[in-house]
């Protein structure tokens, strides 16, 4: 039990530890609300509130005048396809991905950061970067992480870099070319087009509205896989947690590599966030990348990369001979945004704005 959390949120991991120990099986129905509501001392509401969060991530399902069923299933890495919905096919947008526009970071912060940044750093601005980054940055972004995603590493494995498309570009410096990179089908152009260009084989597997096809990923013949596992662009398909999962046993019972691409979690409205892969295998199988172009601004080309613990060492040895490509100024301004608690409270504005 984590005590320092609301109480639904106790009873919500308290059932979720239990779904993925198998103390509760696929199929089997969940104790009711009003037995979970006397068990624990709590009310119905707060019971109902904890299972209904079970049910945005993919743990159980709602039976009407039934209860609540367990839907999570990690016992065959490569689930049959029986009852899952059509696949979304290659160039299909489903209607519900039609975000909303996203409130821009206010001008009037990021200059008076860009101020700060001038009066405090003064010629310390002139100082070349390390290679990863400057240190007190990935410190801030290493302490973002474990506020708000869940994900607990030091500052030695993050690695910054000037947007997306430049970091998928490293992952492959750091993996090798020797190896087939596959993407979700359809995907974000631009993530298959860096990786040719880098000259590397690429392989399209084919998305349903869960994520990839499990008979997909059973065919494949990558070591790479990268994923979107929140709000794919453009299938809008979200991956719950039997698909997390699912996709972590890939890349474990291949010795291969996720490259996970969380663009776009930030703004989800869920009273709880989704699990990141990292978070759930964050030492050997998965790097996490990140930008800030659409949180702050796409003309904000600062993106970062979150390396496994017992790969990154080897990992950065690799490219050790690039410098880092964003200006100390732009990452020293980024730091304060984040030190000062600014970005934070620009992403609580606008998730407040997108649950209106």
């Not at 103390?23 to 624990?40: D, I, M, V, W």
């Not at 050790?320 to 200006?327: D, E, I, L, R």
Request: glycine share 6%; hydrophobic share 35%; with cysteine.
């Amino acid at each position: 039990m984590r005590n320092n959390e609301p109480a639904y949120l106790r009873i919500y991991y308290r059932l979720r530890d239990a779904i993925v120990r198998k103390a509760f099986r696929y199929g089997q129905r969940l104790p009711s609300k009003r037995a979970l509501a006397e068990q624990t001392g709590l009310s119905v509401i707060t019971i109902s509130h904890a299972l209904e969060l079970l049910v945005d991530e993919g743990y159980a399902v709602a039976r009407e005048r039934s209860g609540y069923y367990v839907s999570y299933n990690d016992a065959d890495p490569f689930l049959s396809q029986e009852e899952r919905p059509e696949p979304v096919r290659s160039g299909e947008v489903r209607e519900e991905f039609a975000m909303p526009p996203v409130p821009e970071f206010s001008f009037n912060s990021y200059a008076r950061a860009v101020r700060k940044v001038l009066n405090d750093e003064g010629e310390r601005l002139f100082v070349k970067s390390e290679n990863q980054g400057r240190t007190n940055l990935r410190q801030a972004i290493a302490a973002y992480l474990s506020r708000n995603r869940g994900i607990n590493v030091s500052a030695d494995q993050i690695l910054v870099g000037s947007g997306a498309e430049y970091l998928y570009g490293m992952a492959v410096s750091m993996l090798g070319r020797d190896m087939i990179y596959a993407v979700e089908d359809p995907s974000y152009q631009m993530i298959e087009k860096v990786y040719r260009q880098n000259g590397v084989a690429v392989e399209k597997l084919r998305m349903g509205d869960n994520g990839i096809e499990s008979r997909e990923l059973k065919r494949a013949e990558a070591g790479v896989l990268h994923v979107t596992p929140f709000h794919s662009y453009p299938s809008g398909a979200t991956a719950d947690a039997s698909k997390r999962t699912e996709y972590v046993n890939w890349a474990k019972a291949r010795e291969g590599y996720i490259i996970e691409d969380d663009y776009d979690s930030e703004f989800s409205v869920k009273s709880r966030r989704e699990d990141t892969l990292f978070s759930m295998e964050p030492e050997e199988h998965i790097i996490y990348i990140n930008t800030f172009s659409r949180t702050i601004s796409h003309a904000t080309r600062i993106g970062y990369m979150v390396l496994p613990e017992k790969k990154a060492a080897s990992m950065l040895e690799r490219i050790g001979s690039y410098s880092c490509s964003v200006p100390v100024l732009d990452q020293e301004v980024l730091r304060e945004l984040l030190d000062s608690g600014e970005f934070e409270r620009h992403i609580n504005r606008v998730r407040r704005i997108l649950k209106k």
